[in-house]
């Protein structure tokens, strides 16, 4: 098995991809995906193996680039020979080319990716665009070619990424494309009007039964493909250390604090941070405990894909309020954790006894924690990332 | 006769009224192709209308495969309208696919986007990307994809009837109106037809007349137009 390197899918594909696998990437279009297959070929590189990009949508110089704005150092990689080109953009844009293959007449492609095959076995070469080729060779001859790239990759254990570009075509040629391949990875988005959000999704892997959850992702840079939850919400009754909550998961946060008169300060409006973890990134919204803000707690638990519910264990007298807190946040239909807060101080209430206490079933994990020391902070987040991820 | 369709100006003097559309020339939501030989005033039509909406409080869209942002300032200029304040506060939003095989360097911007003529994919992702910003400030806006004929001599054909394809849907699931340019003759006569099925309005510029081949609630007809240092007048 090889790693893919993208967040998430390999779980997903049962460990990673088999090593002479041949994978599409086929996007609507609107989605950015061309990172996946950077993404794919930067991790295998990294570890040693050889690689190539064919490239028909951009010239070398540009994708090295690219990849240099997500944190990739492709050169070093073809300073070593280590990665090379196979340049099908430049010789039609009337552009010199210095990369190791090009292409000046489609005709010449079959066998130029055949050599490249072999110049990289038990490594990766990525294809991109295979829409493009089926724009220029036609359907039928481009299955064909396909299906021999894909057995000379068996025979030298390469894998081949193929990232595909879903334009209007007819149904039976992307059938046939999805039939020539071990693995497909269907990218779709989250519309409103406009593209949202974008998530992927196994739609066929040859060696595993991939489950169907789609995983929504950002491409950032630096960074890549990172897997995104939209929106998470911490709610708890008064004082129960929500905003410290949000600090500490977070990379940066906001607090809309005003100063009581007593002087200590307590959230009126809301808690903002941004959390990245692992790949992960989530925007984090923490909630006024007093009863007059209830009106928030809709309107962010209808945006929100998971909930952290925080309590002070040393405050049994207010679970009632956290689990009314619970159902006007309507969290009961949304991922979430109990976070047993303050458990360095004198009578706090372990997790089972807090359980017990609030009726709460065993699906929801309760994490000890002490918030202002960091303490069950990355626990909680771990078991909310399980709960939305099935981990 | 009660008009039902509404109509935005176009920003062309004497267009609207040729239409006889009552105040504008475009239905509202809808794509036109303007097409004819070279040079005779595809991309002032396009700047034109571009500006007319700006000036109303409707963000632009622009797709530039032949100029960068300068030059189009420059164009843009040259018929004495400023299209910096509009930049400025960012209801002017480009995506510059030639810039990149021109080897300019150029600054970035939150509403300048820099794509390729080659990758009509990125040019799609751009495209989402300054949407999600326009429709969040404004329920209606205009787009220009000029030309098509560029990203037809860089790509396959078929593939840019694909991505306008694309581009269309896209603009009226947002609410948009757009026009695109071509140039009369560069593709097959099988691909100008499948260009002409898939738009809902078609306008024909030679150089003498501008016909409206076909638009939405309204026939075919014909004026002659110049073009003046104010952009093209419809006489």
């Not at chain 1, 599409?24 to 295998?44: I, K, T």
């Not at chain 2, 699931?173 to 757009?178: D, N």
């Amino acid at each position: 098995m090889k790693k893919t390197y993208i967040p998430k899918l390999d779980d997903i594909l049962g460990g990673g991809i088999i090593d002479n696998a041949s994978v599409m990437f086929s996007a609507v279009p609107g989605v950015d995906y061309e990172a996946f297959g950077y993404q794919m070929l930067n991790g295998r590189l990294g570890e040693g193996d050889k690689g190539f990009i064919f490239t028909n949508v951009a010239e070398p110089e540009t994708i090295i680039y690219e990849f240099r704005s997500y944190g990739w150092d492709l050169e070093k990689f073809l300073k070593d020979t280590q990665a090379f080109f196979v340049d099908g953009t430049s010789p039609f844009m009337g552009l010199p080319s210095d990369a190791k293959y090009s292409i000046e007449d489609y005709s010449q492609v079959e066998d130029v990716i055949l050599e490249a095959i072999e110049d990289v076995p038990d490594g990766i070469g990525i294809i991109n665009n295979l829409s493009t080729l089926i724009d220029y060779l036609g359907e039928d001859e481009t299955i064909n070619i396909i299906k021999k790239w894909n057995s000379h990759g068996k025979k030298y254990n390469a894998s081949l990424i193929y990232l595909f570009t879903k334009w209007d075509y007819n149904h039976d040629l992307i059938q046939n494309l999805k039939k020539s391949m071990d693995c497909v990875v269907e990218i779709k988005t989250i519309e409103e009007r406009v593209i949202i959000g974008q998530g992927f999704m196994v739609a066929h892997s040859s060696w595993s039964e991939p489950s169907d959850t789609m995983v929504l992702f950002f491409v950032v840079q630096p960074g890549g493909v990172k897997v995104y939850i939209p929106k998470i919400l911490v709610t708890g009754p008064y004082n129960a250390g929500k905003s410290t909550f949000v600090k500490k998961i977070s990379k940066k946060s906001v607090s809309v604090d005003r100063k009581a008169l007593s002087a200590f300060p307590t959230t009126i409006a809301l808690d903002i941070g941004h959390l990245e973890y692992k790949g992960f990134i989530a925007d984090v919204f923490g909630t006024p405990g007093q009863e007059r803000f209830d009106l928030l707690l809709d309107v962010l638990g209808r945006e929100s894909v998971g909930a952290f519910i925080i309590v002070d264990s040393t405050a049994p007298q207010t679970f009632a309020r956290a689990k009314e807190m619970i159902r006007k946040a309507k969290a009961e239909a949304i991922p979430k954790v109990l976070i047993a807060n303050k458990q360095d101080l004198p009578g706090a209430l372990s997790p089972e006894e807090i359980r017990e206490k609030m009726k709460l079933g065993e699906d929801i994990p309760i994490i000890p924690a002490i918030v202002t020391e960091g303490k069950g902070v990355t626990d909680a987040l771990e078991a909310l990332l399980g709960l939305l991820y099935g981990d | 006769m009660i008009e039902l369709i509404v109509r935005i100006s176009s920003g062309i003097p004497g267009l609207d009224k040729l239409v006889g559309g009552g105040g504008g020339s475009f239905a509202e939501n809808t794509v036109t192709l303007v097409y004819g030989p070279p040079k005779v005033g595809k991309s002032v039509f396009s700047y034109q209308f571009a500006f007319e909406g700006l000036r109303n409080n409707e963000p632009c869209l622009y797709i530039s495969t032949d100029y960068g942002l300068k030059d189009i300032e420059r164009n843009i200029a040259n018929f004495g309208w400023n299209l910096d304040e509009y930049i400025e506060n960012e209801s002017f939003y480009f995506i510059d696919a030639i810039s990149t095989i021109a080897g300019v360097e150029v600054e970035s911007k939150p509403n300048y986007f820099l794509s390729s003529v080659h990758n009509p994919t990125d040019i799609m992702v751009k495209l989402g990307m300054a949407m999600r910003q326009i429709i969040s400030k404004s329920p209606r806006f205009r787009s220009v994809l000029d030309s098509l004929t560029t990203l037809m001599a860089f790509n396959d054909e078929v593939l840019i009837v694909r991505v306008l394809t694309v581009y269309i849907m896209r603009i009226k699931e947002s609410g948009g109106t757009a026009i695109v340019t071509y140039t009369e003759g560069s593709a097959s006569s099988k691909v100008e037809n499948m260009l002409k099925a898939i738009v809902d309005n078609i306008i024909h510029l030679d150089g003498e007349n501008l016909t409206i081949e076909a638009m939405i609630g309204g026939g075919k007809v014909k004026g002659q137009y110049d073009i003046t240092p104010k952009g093209i007048v419809v006489d």
